[in-house]
Every structure is written in structure tokens, then in C-alpha cells.
């Protein structure tokens, strides 16, 4: 009798880790090692707060020999400036191992677009918006009403600059040269990337880099978009340029989430960055 429940016990064993093995982390199913290859799908979408999860998701896809491209699909308003630019050399990395495609959906401006100028092409909806080549710093100051309330904030500082982007007070010249310096510099990040992702002249970036939106259409006119397709015309590009044929098997390496646990992180990682005080961002809006 304990012999046969030992058996069981390890014929379950056996049975999970094939079952795990198989399914890996694709949510495509398939042995990890099929045979003919398949075109990798990596999605960044939502606005841009971390890039711990997308940056691995497109390692993953570099590392794994089965797969022959990537396609990275793209619906962001962009966001927070040091996660666009690590998702963008995630990229760069991605494109130097594989043919990469990126696919905009509704929106990919700003963080967004910066995150796959990386790609080897772009293919865009005619109507999606996208470009909003620029960078925000905002913040809140309430001095006026602390006034009025009679709320007095009394800070003690090292420095005439450290708490520089408190909301108790308007900012000082000094300040706003500062602040000034810091949205010049990752400006001209951005159009570095544009310029060198694109292979476009960059006083031709910098006359399109106000800001705007383009739809998918004009970003073609203007280059920053190599041509209009959906999804389906991505992944097949992505196939083509990978040696596999059209309609190949696509995978996506996804890690199991819980709803209810999505909706928490998002919700305290926004209200906790924005508590944080005020930050750089690439992003439309």
C-alpha cells in the first residue's frame, strides 16, 4: 500500500514539472525548444512607473533561441523618464540579437514612443497617436492657501537647494534655472534617442520635438513611423524579417498575475510616486 501511494506521489511530481516545463512561461503553450521557431509578443501598455517586469520580459525573449523576433506592442502615454529609457536599452539589446518590430495601438507618445525608437521598424495604426517628443516636471504649490489657513511649514536645510519642488512656497530664480536645466537635459536625451533610433537629421527632430501629436499617418510623412499596419501586419513583418513564415506560432512570456493584486499595485504605486513629489516624466498629457 505505501509503495503504490509512492508511486502516485511521484508519478504527480513528474506529471507538474512536465507540465511546468511545457508551459514554461508562455502563455502560448508549447515546449520551450519547438522546432521552426515563433515570433516573441512583448506588451507595454498603461502608463510607465517601473520597468522591472517589461526589461526582464524582453530579456527572456533575447535569451531564448526558439524565438526568432520580437514584436513589441505599444499603447502608453508614456511616463516616468528613467523606466522609459531602461525599457528603450532593453530594446537595443533585444534588436542587436533579433529582428524587433514594434506595433502602436491607440497611443504610443512620449515615454512610449521613446521605449521603441529602439526597434528596427515601426508600424502604426493610421489613426494612432503618437510622437509627443518632449518632457513635463510639474508640481503643486499651495503657499497662497497655507497663508490663508494659517499653516506655517518650517523647514531646516543643508543647502539653499535641497528642498527645492516643495509645495509650500512658489519656486525661487534659482529654482526655476535648476529645474530649467534638468528638463534640458533629458530633452535632449530624448532627441538623441529620436535622431539616432530614426536615422533622421536632428534639427529635423527638433522642429517636430514641441510636444505634439502626430497620428499614425503623419508619423509615417515625417519618419518617425516606417509604415501603417496593425497587430497581424507586425507579427508577420516580425516573421518575415526572422526567416519564419507568415501567421507563425507567437508566444508571450507572462508571469501569472492575481486581478485583485494588479489593481493594488497600481493603485498605491501611482498614489506613492505621487506623494514622492515632483519628477521628470516622458509623457503626452
Not at 494588479?262 to 516624466?281: I, K, T
Amino acid at each position: 500500500m505505501l509503495g503504490c501511494l509512492l508511486i502516485v506521489v511521484m508519478a504527480a511530481v513528474v506529471l507538474v514539472s512536465l507540465s511546468i516545463f511545457v508551459a514554461g512561461p508562455w502563455t502560448g503553450g508549447g515546449l520551450p525548444l519547438i522546432a521552426g521557431g515563433k515570433v516573441g509578443l512583448v506588451v507595454l501598455e498603461g502608463p510607465i512607473g517601473s520597468s522591472r517586469e517589461m526589461v526582464q520580459e524582453l530579456e527572456a525573449n533575447r535569451r531564448d533561441a526558439t524565438v526568432k523576433a520580437v514584436v513589441l506592442r505599444v499603447d502608453s502615454p508614456g511616463g516616468e523618464v528613467a523606466p522609459s529609457q531602461e525599457i528603450h536599452d532593453a530594446v537595443l539589446r533585444l534588436a542587436r540579437a533579433k529582428p524587433v518590430v514594434a506595433s502602436f495601438g491607440s497611443v504610443a507618445a512620449s515615454g512610449g514612443y521613446y521605449a521603441a525608437v529602439g526597434a528596427d521598424s515601426i508600424l502604426a495604426d493610421a489613426g494612432t497617436l503618437t510622437g509627443s517628443i518632449g518632457v513635463i516636471f510639474s508640481y503643486p504649490t499651495a503657499e497662497r492657501l497655507l497663508d490663508k489657513v494659517g499653516v506655517k511649514w518650517e523647514v531646516y536645510k543643508s543647502g539653499a537647494l535641497k528642498d527645492m519642488g516643495t509645495f509650500t512656497r512658489e519656486p525661487t530664480e534659482e529654482e526655476e534655472d535648476v529645474f530649467d536645466g534638468l528638463v534640458s537635459d533629458v530633452y535632449d536625451q530624448f532627441v538623441t534617442a529620436v535622431v539616432e533610433g530614426r536615422k533622421l537629421d536632428r534639427d529635423r527632430v527638433l522642429a517636430m520635438a514641441d510636444g505634439r501629436v502626430f497620428t499614425g499617418r503623419q508619423a509615417v510623412e515625417l519618419g518617425l513611423v516606417d509604415g501603417i499596419g496593425d497587430l497581424h501586419a507586425a507579427i508577420n513583418l516580425a516573421a518575415r524579417m526572422g526567416g519564419l513564415p507568415e501567421e507563425p506560432p507567437v508566444a508571450r512570456k507572462t508571469r501569472p498575475k492575481i486581478p485583485i493584486l494588479d489593481v493594488l499595485d497600481q493603485f498605491l504605486g501611482d498614489n506613492a510616486r505621487a506623494a514622492s513629489g515632483p519628477r521628470l516624466e516622458y509623457r503626452w498629457r
